[in-house]
């Protein structure tokens, strides 16, 4: 079987994970300069075409630099932030206005070759940061260097709505008619938090965090964030910690770090399990686990309606209680929202997955999936090759997720001396 369509499998729980989701990207002047920026245009082109509600932030600071060099000017900072004065921001305005429209062009480029080649897909960009003076600082005018004091949310989501891709550059206008020059990093994240975004990817040099022993940190708590700041010192990978501690903080529940140097760091972050940058994500209130013998009481909630329907084989407690480490679940707040079960059948290297149940009103989240896919490890782990499920009403199901019909015959004899013929479900199974 060609790789792609194993790829395709495992990466569709996250399409429709993220199908109409609001991600706000942020790509660094320098990534704007990089080989691989086409690559990454043409990566969120793809995530436009897939539903997301994409909010793309760029910055600008090597364009400015050239710029400024160009015109003999001296490049003044004061604690990492840039003094913008009169001339400086003639560069910054220049600088910002020639990428605005490269990226806008570019991604105009890249819906015309993409599958949605046709469609009216736009580009939307204006007056949606408004901005206000850093003023003056231990004695240090900053003069046109400003922060975000407001990110125009109604007006952004009218544009998500209408399926544009919404770029915001590092530029602000005042309610009295000034430009100030901001940091992109303080555009994305507070465009993230003000619009309630599900996600903040911010693209740096680095495939991520890496911690001291020069190895990528997969995940972390905002919590612990502090520590890593202060090994960093000021250097870029420590802001864009920071910013993505700063989004979770204030409600982003995932911000993540990829390498805007890295072809394909994006959609391996997004479409894989264990993505390939650094995840910053507060607690999760969801969990996938196994079971243990104080769950009973909620599985017995979750699968008794479903017994009484006649879609699961009933189970007694003292069942539950016996068997109960045959169970994976979801928990969600304390309560356990879904739930699946594998079981190994003697002497065979089979197993059956059974009693797969979401809470009715938690209901397309992929739960299901999450669920199926936890047995399958679990399964493999366990050396088994063959997976059945024995089902009355969801047959439909299981065929979109590769099993196959199979037969009481194809049962390992443990398992079909036990079938019910008076239940007559259909069996299918599923090479691991
Ligand atoms: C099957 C189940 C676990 C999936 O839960 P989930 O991950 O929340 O997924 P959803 O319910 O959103 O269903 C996902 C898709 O499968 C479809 N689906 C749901 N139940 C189905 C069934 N019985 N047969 C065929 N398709 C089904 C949904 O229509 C949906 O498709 P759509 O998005 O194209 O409309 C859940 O529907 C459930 O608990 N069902 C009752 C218990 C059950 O049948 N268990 C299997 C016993 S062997």
């Known amino acids: 079987m060609p790789e792609y369509v194993n790829w395709l499998r495992h990466a569709s729980p996250y399409i429709n994970a993220h199908r109409d989701c609001t991600f706000v990207v942020m790509l660094p002047g320098d990534g704007v300069e990089h080989p ?10 793809l995530l436009h075409s897939l539903g997301v509600r994409l909010v793309l932030v760029h910055g600008s600071r090597p364009q400015i630099e050239t710029r400024l060099a160009a015109r003999g000017l001296t ?16 560069c910054v305005i220049d600088a910002v206005g020639q990428l605005r429209i490269a990226i806008e062009a570019r991604l105009s480029m890249d819906m015309a070759a993409s ?6 897909l736009r580009v939307a960009s204006g007056n949606l940061v408004t901005a206000r003076p850093i003023g ?30 919404v770029l915001l ?16 990093e303080d555009v994305a994240t507070r465009a993230a938090i003000d619009l309630g975004a599900d996600k903040l990817l911010l693209f740096g040099a680095d495939p991520g965090l890496i911690d001291e022993n020069g190895r990528l940190v997969r995940e972390l708590r905002p919590q612990q964030v502090p520590a890593h700041l202060q090994r960093l010192g000021s250097n870029y990978q420590a802001e864009l910690l920071d910013a993505a501690a700063e989004a979770c903080r204030g409600g982003v529940a995932r911000s993540h770090i990829v390498s805007y140097a890295e072809d394909g760091a994006l959609l391996t972050e997004l479409f894989t399990r264990d993505g390939g940058g650094t995840l910053v994500a507060q607690e999760q209130f969801e969990v996938v ?17 479903l017994e009484e329907q006649g879609i699961l084989v009933r189970r007694s407690r003292e069942v539950l209680e016996r068997e109960i480490e045959q169970f994976s679940v979801v928990e969600r707040e304390g309560m ?8 190994q059948i003697a002497d065979s290297d089979a197993g059956e997955l059974a009693c797969l149940a979401v809470n009715p009103e938690y209901r397309h989240g992929a739960r299901g999936d999450v669920l199926l896919e936890r047995i399958e490890s679990r399964a493999r782990a366990q050396g088994l090759n063959t997976l059945f499920v024995l089902t009355t009403r969801t047959a439909h199901w299981f065929r979109e997720r590769g099993f ?6 194809r049962l390992p004899s443990a398992r079909a001396s036990l079938y019910n013929y008076q239940r007559n479900s259909k069996i299918f199974e599923k090479t691991l």
């Open 36 to 45: 691989n920026f086409g690559n990454i245009v043409h990566d969120l082109v």
């Open 336 to 343: 356990i929202i879904a739930c699946a079960a594998l079981y």
């Open 289 to 305: 686990r196994e079971a243990a013998i104080e769950d009973v009481g909620g599985l017995l909630d979750l699968i008794s309606p």
């Open 169 to 184: 550059s590092p530029l602000g206008y005042s309610p009295t008619g000034e430009i100030f020059n901001l940091a992109c």
């Open 115 to 120: 599958p949605m080649q046709g469609s009216r």
């Open 136 to 165: 003056v600082l231990e004695g240090v005018d900053y003069h046109h260097t400003g922060e975000v004091r407001r990110v125009d949310r109604k007006g952004i989501n009218r544009l998500l709505d209408e399926r544009s891709i």
């Open 75 to 90: 490049p003044h900072y004061h604690h990492g932030m840039r003094i913008t004065d009169a001339a400086t921001l003639e």
């Open 404 to 409: 196959v019909p199979s037969s009481v015959e």
